[in-house]
């Protein structure tokens, strides 16, 4: 399964961007799915994940209550909702699926990743 990612953009401090990926090949909608980001010298974050059914989500504590993670199985897309963006989220944004229908923060779980969506907040 190939996975897109877009929906990144320069933003300022504050502001909401919702990024969207995107599966083709083959539907993703029976795995779940983990968004990550990496900002230049650091290592991959995971920001959020959705289960296969979107029921279950998980976020760490550094995005909890400003980012939300969504899919529309029907439509084959997975969405990550931010809100109140900080500079400090400033990275590629990527999606990732899971090998099982549930996500993990795990990067080790994930074996299909997009190519990345670059987010960038100024002050």
């Known amino acids: 399964v190939q996975l897109v990612e877009c929906g990144g953009g320069l933003v300022q401090a504050g502001d909401s961007l919702r990024l969207s990926c995107a599966a083709s090949g083959r539907t993703f909608s029976n795995n779940g799915v983990g968004w990550f980001r990496q900002a230049p010298g650091k290592g991959r974050e995971f920001v959020a994940g959705?289960?296969?059914?979107?029921?279950?989500?998980m976020y760490p504590d550094s995005v909890k209550g400003r980012f939300t993670a969504s899919r529309d199985r029907a439509k084959n897309l997975v969405y990550l909702q931010m809100s109140s963006l900080k500079p400090e989220d400033t990275a590629v944004y990527y999606c990732?699926?899971?090998?099982?229908?549930?996500?993990?923060?795990?990067?080790?779980?994930?074996?299909?990743w997009g190519q990345g969506t670059q987010v960038t907040v100024s002050s």
């Open positions: 959705v289960s296969w059914s979107g029921a279950n989500t």
């Open positions: 990732a699926a899971s090998r099982t229908p549930y996500s993990s923060a795990n990067s080790s779980q994930y074996n299909y």
